[in-house]
T-cell receptor, first 107, second 117 residues
């Protein structure tokens, strides 16, 4: 059981911010929210993770709601190279993948 | 970030033979490594979890005698597909969890394409 729900696909214009939502209403107190992405025919790439606070790194920002039941991954300036399947994952000991969101960046 | 390497990246084998895929953590030690399988247009499916020096834990429905996993050191895990059949053709991906304070992040290899003919 992946424990997360994501929209199957999204479009975003190149140069705009891509906001990818994720619901994880059954998250436990010690479970982190992780985001990975998989570009076609490659292994998943780690993006960011967080527990309760919002996080930012060179790739993206992660906004987690106060009740921790949902989160949003933000790619601030999407490029064509950001086209990928994005996975939101809640885990403590191992990663179970859901179906993810297929993000299409439109030129 | 940390690097996980898989070898070979692509392999073709004949039906009935066995094939080994290696997963190495290049710049960190990993207590735990994971093996996944991915069919076209599907998500990654966890096959098993391997802990260094102990037997792997297989997910439900995964045949442990067919997919042999060995985690002999803190930087190497191997997956052997025994008596391979065409339906075993897939993309196999490993991941590793580092020791120490960065232990929460799991890093993935680049994957290995297996084609059984």
């Amino acid at each position: 059981d992946a424990k997360t729900t994501q929209p199957p696909s999204m479009d975003c214009a190149e140069g705009r911010a891509a906001n990818l939502p994720c619901n994880h209403s059954t998250i436990s107190g010690n479970e982190y929210v992780y985001w990975y992405r998989q570009i076609h025919s490659q292994g998943p790439q780690y993006i960011i993770h967080g527990l309760k606070n919002n996080e930012t790194n060179e790739m993206a920002s992660l906004i987690i709601t106060e009740d921790r039941k949902s989160s949003t991954l933000i790619l601030p300036h999407a490029t064509l190279r950001d086209t990928a399947v994005y996975y939101c994952i809640v885990r403590y000991d191992k990663i179970i993948f859901g179906k993810g969101t297929r993000l299409h960046i439109l030129p | 970030g940390a690097v996980v390497s898989q070898h070979p990246s692509r392999v073709i084998c004949k039906s009935g033979t066995s094939v080994k895929i290696e997963c190495r953590s290049l710049d960190f030690q990993a207590t735990t490594m994971f093996w996944y399988r991915q069919f076209p247009k599907q998500s990654l499916m966890l096959m098993a979890t391997s802990n260094e020096g102990s037997k792997a834990t297989y997910e439900q429905g995964v045949e442990k005698d067919k997919f042999l996993i060995n985690h002999a050191s803190l930087t190497l895990s191997t997956l052997t597909v025994t008596s391979a059949h065409p339906e075993d053709s897939s993309f196999y991906i490993c991941s590793a969890r580092p020791l120490g304070i960065s232990g929460n992040t799991i890093y993935f290899g680049e994957g290995s394409w297996l084609t059984v003919v």
